[in-house]
Nanobody, 124 residues
Framework: QVQLVESGGGLVQAGDSLRLSCVHSGRALSSYATAWFRQAPGQERHFVAA????????YYSDSVKGRFTISRDNAKNSVYLQMNSLKPEDTAVYYC?????????????????WGQGTQVTVSS
């Protein structure tokens, strides 16, 4: 059994920063890539960022590139999403996901495990 638990969401103003955390528990997820997705009300779930197990490869959607940074600490079973210069359009529920993917499939929904999500709301 694997659990992913997100935290760090909240209500902020445009231009502010937030840091999301995703902690996984259960069996070891060696070789698993981890990603962040987001879903706004009435919209599909969209890819935000991903990182390979080693941390050597990161991948970002164009909408967050240069503002968000994904990182991981495998000793703490944690993956982080540092979000800077937040915009109202970043408002969504943010989900953490883990799976064994190739670099080419990192931005897809083909992840094995998903968290319950954390709400991020950015006011203008």
């Amino acid at each position: 059994q694997v659990q992913l638990v997100e935290s760090g969401g909240g209500l902020v103003q445009a231009g502010d920063s937030l840091r999301l955390s995703c902690v996984h528990s259960g069996r070891a997820l060696s070789s698993y890539a981890t990603a962040w997705f987001r879903q706004a009300p009435g919209q599909e779930r969209h890819f935000v960022a991903a990182i390979t197990w080693s941390g050597a490869v990161t991948y970002y959607s164009d909408s967050v590139k240069g503002r968000f940074t994904i990182s991981r600490d495998n000793a703490k079973n944690s993956v982080y999403l540092q979000m800077n210069s937040l915009k109202p359009e970043d408002t969504a529920v943010y989900y953490c996901a883990a799976g064994i993917l190739t670099e080419w499939t990192l931005p897809t929904l083909d992840y094995d495990y998903w968290g319950q999500g954390t709400q991020v709301t950015v006011s203008s």
